[in-house]
Structure formats: C-alpha cells, structure tokens
C-alpha cells in the first residue's frame, strides 16, 4: 500500500520593505520543491499568498554555509533576491541554524555575504559581482540605436511596434541601462514613479523576445543625488513593493550615469532601502521582518489549486 500521509511542510511568512516571502527549512524538514507547489504557495487566493518562495538548504560547496534558493509565485526559480536575501539570514539566525554572522550563502551562479545588523532591525547584503555588458542579462541589442552618458551605454528601445501601444499612449521609445546582479535588470528614468506607466510597459519588456531569460524592469525617479524613488515590476511576479536587486540596479545605473553619489536612499512602495555602491560592488541594507509562522499540506494545496483552475 501507498503512504498516503500528508506532507506538512512547516513556513515562515516574512517580508522585506513589503516584499513579502514563504521561506521553508529544507535543512530540518523534506522540502521537494515543484513548480506546482511554489505556485500554490505563492497564489494570494488559494495558497499562502508571497511574491517569491524561498528556501534553506545545506550548501552544495565548501565556501557557503547555506545553499538558498528562490522561486517566483509563477513557479519558475531564479539567481538572486536581495530583499529575500536579508530575510534569509534572519530565518536563519531565529530557527536557531546556526549563529554565525555574517553569514555566506550559496545561490544560483555564485555565493554572496549577510550580515545581520539586530541592533537596528537592518540586514546588510553584499551582492556579488555587478556586471554592465548586454551579454551578461542576456539583451539582444542588435539594431538598437545607443549613446553613451559617464560611464553608462543607454539603448533606445522602440515600444510603438509592441501590443497595446497605440490605447496606453506611450512614447515610440524608452531608454535603458541594462545591469545583471546575478539575476538580469533593465532600468530608465522617468519623471514621476507614480505616473509612471508601470502596469503597460513592465510587462511589455519583461517577456520580450530580445531577453532570453526576461528581465526585471525598474523605472527610477532621481529626487537628489542621494535620494530616488523607485518601482519594479519583477520577472515571474509582476510590480513588487520593493525589490532589492532593482534597487542596487537603478543606484549602479544613475551612479555610471553621473547622476547619483553613493549612497543612495531609494523609497519604495514598502519601505527604505539603502544602496553603497563604489563603481563595481554593490552593497544593500534594509529591514528583515517575520509576521507568522505555519504548516501546510502541500499536496492537498496542490490538488485544492488544480480543482479551483
């Protein structure tokens, strides 16, 4: 006979600066993640509701203490999350993980520091290797028209040819920085984030064609040199309250521009996030909050989302 035992997975829902997480301990716990299962996870009406799953495990390589991965509530798993990177750590350090700190954690392509700062709620992410060619997203940039500005390529980017153009009245063109932090960024100017036309042209770039693997795109409003505004609508998870890899992509993008000096305070729909960045290496540091603990039959969730489609 089969075991049909529930499988109850014990979760933490947390959150950083609003960018909400299911994060599970596949170190104590069995933890198979489906793309099934992330996306009953992460739906808001019928899972747990997250913008990205995010799971501990035991680190595959000698130089990490743990291995973390990421899952957007699409199901698809992808290199980096900063805000969930801070997260992480706490989870780590309030399950009783360990209590080393910082700590060095394993994830998709390399290995980045933590460092969690309890004293004033803050954790600090050293986020790896900063890349700047099209190559590295990957961008298909040929035929595009480019101009330089600093120390930054800004590509012009046609939108009349996309679906919708013509009923959102948008601009025949945007310019783009395009910045891969592990995980791949365009980023542009604009006036007002709150006018910005997030819902239309978000979606438009994020699945276009000249992005092999999507990409996540932020649309930066400079207030001073050390202060900007900025929303993200993300790859696999759609606009965000705040997402840190697009935070220190928009900083690195107005930095090479010369038009912001390190640091930068960059206010979100959720909250601060504070980026260093010294022409290469990017630091983010913001909160890191636990709102509930859980279990959940994985299996029955999966089966309850199926007959609700």
């Known amino acids: 006979m089969g075991d049909n035992r529930p499988m109850i997975w014990n979760f933490t829902k947390m959150h950083g600066a609003g960018n909400d997480f299911v994060v599970l301990d596949g170190v104590r716990q ?15 009406h019928f899972g747990v509701g997250a913008d990205q799953i995010l799971l501990v495990e035991r680190s595959t390589r ?26 992480f750590v706490r989870f780590v350090h309030e399950q009783g993980l360990s209590d080393k700190n910082p700590l060095r954690a394993e994830i998709m392509g390399g290995a980045i520091l933590v460092l969690d700062e309890s004293s004033d709620q803050q954790v600090t992410v050293d986020m790896g290797t900063t890349r700047f060619e099209p190559e590295a997203l ?13 120390h930054d390529t800004l590509y012009e980017f046609p939108l009349d040819a996309a679906p919708g153009w013509a009923q959102a009245a948008l ?22 984030t709150e006018t910005a036309p997030v819902e239309v042209i978000g979606p438009m770039l994020e699945s276009h064609p000249r992005f092999a693997r999507r990409v996540n795109v932020g649309f930066m ?34 930095v090479r521009r010369g038009l912001l000096d390190s640091p930068v305070r960059v206010q979100t729909h959720g909250g601060v ?3 260093n960045f010294d022409g ?22 999966v089966f309850s989302m199926a007959l609700s489609r």
């Open 62 to 87: 000698p130089d990490a203490d743990f291995r973390y991965r990421i899952f957007n509530n699409d199901g698809s798993e992808v290199e980096h999350c900063g805000n969930g990177a801070r997260c």
């Open 221 to 254: 409003q400079i207030i001073d040199p050390h202060n900007i505004r900025l929303r993200v609508y993300e790859r696999g998870a759609g606009e965000t309250l705040a997402c840190g890899t697009g935070a220190c992509a928009a900083v690195a993008a107005g």
């Open 273 to 275: 996030l504070t980026i």
């Open 138 to 150: 990957p961008f298909d940039t040929a035929g595009l028209a480019s101009r330089q500005q600093a």
């Open 171 to 192: 601009p025949r063109s945007v310019e783009l920085s395009a910045i891969a932090i592990s995980n791949p960024h365009v980023v542009q100017i604009v006036e007002d």
């Open 280 to 301: 290469q290496h990017l630091r983010l540091t913001g909160p890191a909050t636990s709102v509930f603990n859980g279990q959940v039959d994985i299996d029955a969730l």
């Open 30 to 44: 069995t933890i198979d993640m489906t793309p099934e299962r992330a996306r009953a996870l992460g739906d808001r």
